[in-house]
């Protein structure tokens, strides 16, 4: 039986602005990144989505970017290695507050937008992070959106990583993504479709039609995709139909 988790960004809202559906996403999923207030996200928000997560036993990742919320995190900012760590550092203790006030804990980390095209493009930089994450809790898991940073968790003596795949948007022949500047609708089943076909094959279409490989452990769903619901619907029943288990990051490493 294929094995797989459910990822899906979360808690991007601030103030009277709201991003996404929360509340209806998470009873389909099985781990949250949760912005940590830096590109998106704030106290309220965060606090909120914890308590989504925990009334539904979702694992608690947190989601940190660059300090650029008019941006939403995807703009590139000149930081070196010591300080992306601390960016890091300062929003994981900021989401753990909230997580042990709940009686939960943060189990993994998984950069946003321009912080994570910054760690995949620079070892040196991914390096920070992972030690830095590290020293604050040798338990937390890196979710790897590509396999630049994949082989960089690889190599930290002591964490643990696992490789992420999405469904819900285009890849490249060489594994890249083709991030649209506004998400639509997608076809439910075409991305049902590319789920089963990553869960229990490890292989998915790219745009050009040739087959690539990409051995994920984890899928993510764009929680803020405007039928990320009905999508969430489809793939769970295809989840019963191949026999495939939902299985949260901490079972799965």
């Not at 989504?52 to 650029?68: F, K, R, T």
């Not at 039928?227 to 939902?246: K, M, Q, S, T």
Request: proline share 5%.
């Amino acid at each position: 039986m294929a094995s797989i988790d459910i990822n899906c960004d979360m808690g991007e809202s601030f103030g009277n602005w709201t991003m996404g559906n929360d509340d209806a996403v998470m009873p389909y999923i099985t781990s949250a990144n949760i912005a940590g207030g830096y590109h998106a996200g704030d106290p309220h928000v965060m606090r909120e989505t914890v308590e989504y997560a925990a009334e539904h036993d979702v694992g608690i990742g947190v989601h940190p970017g660059l300090p650029d919320r008019v941006g939403f995190g995807r703009r590139k900012i000149d930081a070196t290695p010591e300080e992306v760590r601390d960016y890091v550092v300062y929003q994981l203790g900021a989401l753990s507050a909230f997580a042990q006030r709940h009686g939960t804990t943060v189990q993994h980390v998984k950069p946003h937008g321009a912080m994570y095209s910054m760690l995949s493009e620079s070892p040196e930089h991914a390096r920070a992070v992972m030690e830095g994450m590290l020293e604050v809790d040798d338990d937390l898991i890196y979710l790897a959106t590509d396999m630049n940073i994949y082989e960089v968790a690889q190599e930290i003596e002591g964490l643990r990583a696992v490789f992420e795949g999405y469904v819900d948007l285009d890849y490249r022949p060489d594994r890249s993504l083709i991030v649209e500047q506004e998400l639509e609708d997608r076809d439910p089943e075409l991305v049902a479709d590319r789920f089963v076909s990553i869960a229990t094959e490890g292989v998915v279409e790219a745009a050009t039609g040739e087959e690539i490989s990409v051995p994920a452990e984890s899928i993510c769903i764009h929680g803020d995709n405007p039928n990320a619901v009905a999508i969430l619907e489809e793939i769970h029943d295809r989840i019963d139909e191949h026999g495939i288990e939902l299985t949260p990051l901490s079972e799965i490493v």
